[in-house]
RNA sequence: GCGAAAGUGGCGGAAUUGGCAGACGCACCAGACUUAGGAUCUGGCGGGGAAACCCGUGGGGGUUCGAGUCCCCCCUUUCGCACCA
């Protein structure tokens, strides 16, 4: 052979991922129609969605897991069978976008464009099946025009507000921030900076109208990981208590005014022995007008809540207070109340001041101790024996298993009767009724950026707030905006965006010059997807009827509270609209867990990024791809390790060669395409064997618990025992142990097994084999139970629990054997010693363990 | 502080229900082929020991013929919540 002769061939013997996958990349890029989902059809549907990206410029390696995970699903549902809907689109509004145009010069849309045609062609390479013909683009006009169209039907139905109020205002940003994205006091895209408190207008949803709901249907949603749900339950935070109304008293002024509390305990309102204020309380303002010092501890006050904000720790600054030297009369007994002012109560829960209960509350027991207010037991413990009734407990004393004391006609009731008796009295003498609060808060919307929806308002002097007519949709965002410009929205400097015509008088109108959070683009784009291009509504609800629920959903834990929230959110008032009839968008939630390397996140200031074009360039596609499945099991963290690419790498190309030099040498030779006979040698079908358990495994692994990592380990071992074959490296049939219908068999389920997982080789390996059909429609391989079965096994002999010798026994043999066969055994004897048997534990087909004595 | 999840070789991780701990991969060691090897193949690889054996799944106790798996206490890590009245 010459040395040219043997290039050629080496070549051909290699695998070469970059020839294969741009190969078939070309091909993919001709056809179009490839991963289309059918609709309408009759075929059972599966819709599975990934969370869309923000189109940021290059995707990530957290990207390339997310997407793996979906893709592999869908490729998997495709070929048993199923319609299925595996869309993609760009959440392209937003922030960054606005700080590249600053730095780069760019205009947003240019930018935004830019990155999304990269991260689609990257997406293409990496072999993402998706139906692009619904690509959803959230800063286009076709499809944010839906996203006024919905404001204005909530507008309608008083789901949108604008009101005044303390709102978050980052500072970095520029803008305001919901609830939401505010963490540990600081803004979600910021974390060093810290969230101000300002007084502006803007639009709210009421997102609070649907909390009993949002918070009901959690219970329903068991395909979510119990965490998420958790943490929505937390956000919500429902707490249902009572208002009482104390009347203010004392020397000077505002008398006859009241403070309200709230409280969840009203059955221990007789142990009260003060009224605590938050030191915003508006009738602070009232109690300190003509007590400088008094108004200066109370600024102490606040600054010392917002320090402890700042640490992020609320819970550890110390409780410290001061008396206002007023005092309140509590209804129910008609004391009289000390009103302090204390840094522990929070203005925005419930009313921002409560009734200080020292025996039945931790919080107001350390803080009565500190300042030596009166310590009033009004519950004792129930005891199980009567006789110990009326012994006192230790203090504070805060759970409900109690009954009344000192407490006037109550006396003798037990805590839950008594709330739901003391809120009665408290509701028929008019100084108090039955409450639920919220930790949840309606949805500010209103942002102060230029890349975002406008919101479809006009503010005419004449008649006010005025909605945009539906038929003037969409407001256009305008290109060409300055967006340095300091002072207001950067569209409130746009003359031409911001003066328009009152649709009711004719007369001069000023636009709403805020745009909308972004949240609300990615709150219902899965609805869009089924009907992308549909441009009389956001979507026709035939279409929702077949594809909804989504079937699976998978992203990352961060938008637990955030994005799902919201989207359940839409759904509910898309659905009181008449427009869909789901009251929950998504039927699984699968969180992925993050992507790390040496123990950290990938960040550029760690110099620890590993970026996909680079694995691509290095390793291909599919080992990219693989190894972000192999390396551990999808719902935990993945430790990114270079090494582990490459041994990836070496697996295909071991299977490459495989299929490619050892089973399928010949497509021509004699039998190739017959039955598999029965008569097959040991080695033969110990081999047809482990095929038949490969497909039993990873089956079952896309079945139950998404654990890929052993399902690819299971194919390894595969290729492992069919490499370990003898005679298999013979180019010859005659030399081969193993048939050639068993070798196309095992060629044909391998290629077919590793489909969802690494398409690119794949695909070129069916063609290898000759196969014509689509590999993504091919069935999915069944295994027979008759033939993974093993028939010997090996069973191990135990003494005491001590693992002593092993059995070979056929699979099926009696108990009387394998204990005939244990006792017998050289080992055993020797290990036994001539001792007693005490006792035989025999596990049938699991093992033997002889108890002595 | 409260709640949840996790802790297994040098590393990533297996071990669906209590039944051979360490599958599979990486790294490493030895060998083969080779002008060469960062290619490929073969073998080894938890610790101790020459071996028989002994020890070993964060630590301590328990249940059981048998525990990585179940129960109790403790430690560590990660995440969530955190003066929510």
Redesign the pocket.
Known sequence: MSPDEKDVASRDE?YDPQRIETKWFERWQQDDSLYRAESPSTRPKYYVLEMLPYPSGALHMGHVRNYAIGDTLARYMWMNGYNVLHPMGWDSFGLPAENAAIQNNTPPREWTLRNIANMKAQMKRLGFAYDWSREVTTCLPDYYRWNQWFFLKFYEKGLAYRKKSKVNWCPKCATVLANEQV?NGCCWRHEDTLVEQRELEQWFLRITNYADELLRDLDKLEGWP??VR??QR??I?R?A?ALVDFQLGGAAGAAGSTITV????IDTIYGATSVQL?PQHPIVADLTANDAALRAKIDQLIA??RK?REI?????????GVNTGRYAVNPFNGEKLPIWVA?????D????A??S?PAH???DY?FAKKYKLPVRLVIMPLSSNPEETMVEPPLPFTTLDGILVNSGPFNGLDCEEAIKKMTSHAEEHGFGKATV?Y?LKDWGISRQRYWGTPIPMLYCDKDGIVPVPEKDLPIILPENVDITLTGGSPLSHVPEFLNAICPKCGGPARRETDTMDTFIDSSWYFYRYTDAHNDKAPFDGKNIAYWFLIDQYIGG?EH??LHLIYSRFWTKVMRDLGLVSNDEPLQRLFTQGMVIKDGAKMSKSLGNVVTPDVMIARYGADSARVYTL????PD????W?D??V???S??L??LF?LVNLKLCFNKDEPGWKAPVPTDLSPTARAIQRKLHQTIK?VT??FQ??W?F??S??AL??LV?TI??APGIEQGTPGEQELPAPLRRELARDLILLLAPFAPYLAHELWETLGEKGNLLRAPWPKYDPALAKEDE??I?V?I?????S?LLVPAGANEEFVRERALADE?VR??MNGKQVA?I?L?PG??V?I?IR
């Open positions: 290699r963490v119990e965490k958790v943490m937390n956000w935070g707490s208590g709230f409280t969840t305990r938050a010392e809540q402890a992020g720790d609320i819970g550890a600054i110390e409780k410290h840094n522990y109560i929070l203005m829960y419930g009313t921002g409560i009734m209960v509350d931790e919080r350390e609060t930790r834990v637990a509270i192999f390396a551990t099991s935990r963290e993945l430790d390790q090494e582990g490459e041994g990836i070496r697996f190309a071991r060669r495994r079952q692994d139950g618990r654990h990592n052993t690819i380990a390894m071992e492992n490499n370990a096994i090996e191990p135990q005491n629990g001590k693992l002593r092993r080992k020797a290990a006792k534990i596990v699991k093992l363990n108890v």
